[in-house]
């Protein structure tokens, strides 16, 4: 009973993998910011009122799904431009921690908009972004990776006891949303590749880098031409997916289960060419990993800091060894 009492009382007070939610907003923000960036000299053919696709089209697939776009609210080129460029703006505040939660949903906002706008860029990416963002509005995922302006440390201050009483309960939430939102998207894609025959008799790898579409002719040869590679790397990839959530739900291989899920979406990217959706991935997986980017800032911020001591040292050395004349200013005769 006391082991009981002391989990509860540990999950409503103690937020876990705060490191890992804040890394999960930053690189799902860059994400964003890069498929704008990606896009930005072709903006107005691919998402501009005259654009590829005819604005009133996409108006009417809006109002059929019963969706809605920022980009459909006008035909004039200074409202897509304003849209555009407001929606790059968010996603790169999100990406420095900057905005709070406030920030995040009006980049999830932008987001679903230039994504509804122009669904044949699409990579897969997005559906995970759709729903993970809103999950993380939970989390305390503006502790670490931030550029703070000490207002929401000002904001927080004012808000009631029994309101802040339960960020913690609803971070922890909003972590284990996310966690189970992986580990489903893990285990359904591996059981649909169990059904299928090239899955089962070990050559799926090989077609699927042989697509046109989703193939990096600088590296996708060097595996589908080895038959070994393909035997393997097929059978390997859905008894990874398939039995990832059993290694999340293991303390000891979590971070081995997160870190070869890192390496397999860093495969896909290289081999496929898929990098908007490896990183959002690989941005998801961060959750598993809190304690591991925690240890890795420690380290980084005291080489960072001997560095500077040791430069700070030189520099005084240097000064020191020079002429006394060089150093002070000269006397008036």
Same mark, same amino acid.
């Given at each position: 009973m006391k082991k009981i009492t002391s989990a509860i009382d540990k999950w409503s007070t103690v937020p876990i993998s705060s490191v890992g939610v804040s890394g999960t907003r930053a690189l799902l923000g860059f994400v964003g910011l890069m498929f704008y960036a990606s896009q930005y000299s072709d903006r107005s053919y691919l998402f501009g009122p005259h654009g590829a696709l005819p604005w009133q089209e996409f108006v009417d697939q809006i109002h059929e799904n019963g969706s809605f776009s920022l980009y459909a609210v006008s035909t004039s080129g200074l409202w897509f431009q304003a849209v555009f460029h407001l929606g790059m703006l968010a996603a790169l505040l999100v990406t420095m921690g900057i905005g709070g939660r406030v920030g995040l949903a009006v980049h999830w906002v932008f987001l679903w908009s230039i994504y509804e706008r122009q669904p044949v860029l699409l990579d897969g990416g997005d559906n995970l972004a759709y729903?993970?963002? *809103?999950?993380?509005?939970?989390?305390?995922?503006y502790d670490r990776f931030s550029l703070t302006s000490g207002l929401s440390r000002k904001i927080a201050e004012r808000v009631p006891g029994q309101l802040r009483a339960l960020a913690s309960p609803l971070h922890n939430l909003g972590v284990l949303a996310i966690a189970g939102q992986m580990c489903l998207v893990y285990m359904v894609s591996g059981l649909y590749k169990v059904q299928g025959q090239m899955w089962q008799d070990g050559t799926?790898?090989?077609?699927?880098?042989?697509? *046109?579409?989703?193939?990096?002719?600088?590296?996708?040869? #060097? @595996?589908?031409?080895?038959?070994?590679? @393909?035997?393997?790397?097929?059978? #390997?990839? @859905?008894?990874?997916? @398939?039995y990832f959530p059993l290694g999340i739900l293991v303390p000891a291989l979590r971070p081995w289960a997160a870190v070869m899920s890192i390496g397999f979406h860093l495969g896909i990217a290289l081999l496929m060419g898929l990098t908007g959706f490896a990183l959002t991935m690989v941005a998801c997986d961060l959750v598993f990993l809190s304690r591991g980017l925690d240890q890795a800032v420690v380290i980084s911020s005291r080489l960072v800091d001997r560095a500077r001591s040791r430069t700070a040292g030189a520099r005084a050395v240097s000064e020191g060894e020079r002429p006394v004349s060089d150093l002070a200013p000269e006397k008036a005769a």
């Open positions: 729903l993970v963002i *809103p999950m993380l509005l939970l989390t305390r995922c799926a790898l090989f077609y699927v880098l042989r697509v *046109p579409e989703f193939s990096s002719p600088a590296l996708s040869h #060097l @595996v589908y031409e080895n038959d070994l590679l @393909v035997f393997f790397g097929t059978y #390997l990839t @859905v008894f990874f997916l @398939v």
